[in-house]
């Protein structure tokens, strides 16, 4: 797989954050998709079922069919926010839309410290860019996220993904 180019990282670089779980009636599984420009405004929400746990076919047809997939410069995936078994192979995710992914890994908080449950702070060096160097994914998170938290894209991703009940 090549590298992605992408020369400027702009405060506004649109986003997809993916998230999925199994479906409430426990017959597949849903996956939510968000796009937003930067972490300042959503531009669209995505959603699509599978019936296998892992649902990288899937979401790739979803995003490549979608009309905002000309827009979007690169996909964010928190492994933490696939739910109940699901899987998305980040790697096979890159060559199946043409886009770059950045699979993100968060720190662990203290478990004793009931404050640091909103804002967990991304670990980079466990984070890996398929399809990107890693100081351009660096600037890409750092443009997406607030104060080292979860992207929006994940943020809204899991909220919206949390209330299809």
Do not use: C
Not at 59 to 69: F, K, L, P, R
Not at 143 to 165: C, D, F, K, M, N
């Amino acid at each position: 797989m090549g590298t992605y180019r992408i020369r400027q990282v702009k405060k506004e670089i649109r986003v997809l954050g993916l998230a999925a779980r199994q479906a409430p009636d426990g017959h597949g599984f849903d996956v939510v998709g968000v796009i937003y420009r930067g972490r300042h405004w959503l531009d669209g929400v995505l959603r699509t079922t599978s019936i296998d746990s892992d649902v990288t076919s899937e979401a790739v047809e979803m995003i490549v069919g979608s009309d905002h997939n000309p827009q979007i410069r690169v996909i964010l995936l928190h492994t933490d926010l696939l739910k109940d078994g699901t899987t998305i192979d980040p790697s096979e995710l890159s060559k199946g839309t043409l886009k770059p992914v950045i699979a993100m890994r968060f720190k662990e908080t203290p478990k004793d410290d009931p404050s640091q449950t909103e804002r967990v702070p991304l670990d980079l060096e466990s984070s890996i860019a398929f399809g990107l160097e890693k100081r351009v994914a660096e600037r890409i998170l750092e443009s997406t996220s607030r104060e080292s938290s979860p992207p929006e894209a994940l943020r809204v991703a899991e909220l919206i993904l949390s209330y299809l009940l």
